[in-house]
């Protein structure tokens, strides 16, 4: 399965995620702001099929993350989320970088399709 970097500032939110995740077999990581996800990217040199994070953040945002993120691991497919419609259209520019923008709130089974949906997309790069 995939490893995912789960960027979540809300304790319980990024333990939902982390947690649903799981069940699909994948390793999950966790970083409670963009700062520290950009650390743990660094550490292990991008080794992770997924980044999901949050948009809204304290320190690092999941838009300045995905800004860092992409052009440092161009392999990397980025997937955010958010609970707020600003911050929804502020990544709407970012189509080259980021996979999709998943809404919050969302259910268990929204969350695993939407990752199963970016792991895809990231296959289906690589071999192109």
Do not use: W, Y
Not at 6 to 14: I, K, P
Not at 40 to 48: T, Y
Not at 67 to 96: C, H, N, V
């Amino acid at each position: 399965m995939a490893r995912i970097l789960v960027t979540e500032d809300d304790d319980s939110v990024r333990a939902f995620v982390a947690r649903a995740l799981t069940l699909d077999g994948h390793q999950i990581d966790t970083a409670e702001d963009g700062a520290d996800a950009l650390d743990r990217l660094r550490a292990v040199g991008g080794a992770f099929d997924l980044l999901l994070s949050d948009i809204r953040m304290p320190m690092m945002d999941g838009i300045a993350l995905a800004m860092e993120a992409a052009p440092e691991f161009p392999e990397l497919t980025i997937l955010l989320m958010t609970g707020f419609a600003d911050q929804r259209e502020r990544a709407d520019g970012l189509d080259r970088i980021v996979h999709d923008v998943v809404p919050k709130p969302f259910s268990l089974s929204e969350i695993r399709t939407a990752v199963g949906g970016a792991l895809a997309a990231g296959r289906e790069r690589a071999v192109a």
